[in-house]
């Protein structure tokens, strides 16, 4: 039986803030939340889709249900070290998380359509099942990054998470690489995550309104994929400009 907790239910919400911002938040949340025990930590994550990247398109849409799969690591992947397969489901705003443990290279072979997993659980049918729904899921970007996590101090469902250092790829799509690839935020900012289970505590909105903290509609893997197609389009208008010009001076007449 696992020891990790395999179900989440809760509100995410999400800011971008600067590093001015930061430190000055990080101040005034003295006696409010603290740093969790395992200080900074790498999280390395694969996001799995279909060839057509569906999954993420329809997230995009901002539909009133969408869900997500990725295989997680905390640190650089071992083939024998603890991973977790998640799935991520939001249903009017509310995010509920599902998630099992396994070797890394097991999992991975699992998902990769190379192996199978030895447990059996509720869970594991409903990783099946979300794997027959999709046909030709396979990995498409990993995205990495480093998190401080605060606990509320009388609120232990509160949750408090700064990102920096938010890399995504779409090649080398193993763990065992390590954090790698480009960063998708500006120089200096962070993204900030409150997970609470009930309702916002009224101190953090009067802080937030004071530090002009405000809420942002983020996805890491999402802005990875905007950042991916946007460039695929780029390269194809300047084939298509290419094209056309060498076109048109191929077929130049010159009259005498």
Same mark, same amino acid.
């Given at each position: 039986?696992?020891?990790?907790?395999?179900?989440?239910?809760?509100?995410?919400?999400?800011?971008?803030?600067?590093?001015?911002?930061?430190?000055? =938040?990080?101040?005034?949340?003295?006696?409010?939340?603290?740093?969790?025990?395992?200080?900074?930590?790498?999280?390395?994550?694969?996001?799995?889709?279909?060839?057509?990247?569906?999954?993420?398109?329809?997230?995009?849409?901002?539909?009133?249900?969408?869900?997500? =799969?990725?295989?997680?690591?905390?640190?650089?992947?071992?083939?024998?070290?603890?991973?977790?397969?998640?799935?991520?489901?939001?249903?009017?705003?509310?995010?509920?998380?599902?998630?099992?443990?396994?070797?890394?290279?097991?999992?991975?072979?699992?998902?990769?359509?190379?192996?199978?997993?030895?447990? @059996?659980?509720?869970?594991?049918?409903?990783?099946?099942?979300?794997?027959?729904?999709?046909?030709?899921?396979?990995?498409?970007?990993?995205?990495?990054?480093?998190?401080?996590?605060?606990?509320?101090?009388?609120?232990?469902? =509160?949750?408090? @998470?700064?990102?920096?250092?938010?890399?995504?790829?779409?090649?080398?799509?193993?763990?065992?690489?390590?954090?790698?690839?480009?960063?998708?935020?500006?120089?200096?900012?962070?993204?900030?995550?409150?997970?609470?289970?009930?309702?916002?505590?009224?101190?953090?909105?009067?802080?937030?309104?004071?530090?002009?903290?405000?809420?942002?509609?983020?996805?890491?893997?999402?802005?990875?994929?905007?950042?991916?197609?946007?460039?695929?389009?780029?390269?194809?208008?300047?084939?298509?400009?290419?094209?056309?010009?060498?076109?048109?001076?191929?077929?130049?007449?010159?009259?005498?």
């Amino acid at each position: 039986m696992s020891t990790f907790q395999e179900v989440f239910k809760r509100t995410e919400i999400k800011y971008l803030i600067s590093s001015e911002q930061y430190e000055a =938040l990080r101040q005034r949340l003295q006696g409010i939340a603290e740093v969790d025990r395992y200080g900074e930590s790498d999280i390395l994550n694969i996001y799995y889709d279909t060839p057509d990247f569906s999954l993420i398109r329809t997230s995009l849409e901002k539909p009133v249900y969408k869900e997500k =799969l990725r295989l997680r690591t905390y640190g650089t992947a071992k083939d024998e070290g603890t991973s977790f397969i998640e799935i991520k489901k939001k249903y009017k705003g509310v995010v509920y998380k599902r998630r099992i443990d396994a070797p890394y290279r097991r999992a991975k072979d699992y998902l990769d359509g190379r192996g199978e997993l030895l447990q @059996t659980s509720q869970i594991k049918s409903e990783i099946d099942a979300f794997k027959r729904g999709y046909a030709g899921l396979r990995p498409a970007m990993a995205i990495s990054y480093k998190r401080i996590a605060m606990a509320g101090i009388q609120d232990p469902n =509160l949750r408090i @998470t700064f990102d920096r250092n938010i890399l995504w790829r779409t090649d080398h799509l193993e763990l065992t690489k390590g954090p790698a690839g480009e960063d998708l935020l500006q120089p200096g900012q962070r993204l900030m995550e409150v997970k609470i289970a009930n309702a916002f505590p009224m101190e953090l909105s009067r802080i937030f309104s004071e530090l002009g903290i405000f809420p942002v509609s983020f996805s890491k893997y999402g802005r990875g994929y905007e950042v991916m197609m946007n460039r695929r389009l780029a390269g194809a208008c300047i084939y298509q400009l290419a094209g056309a010009a060498k076109s048109q001076s191929g077929s130049a007449v010159v009259y005498a």
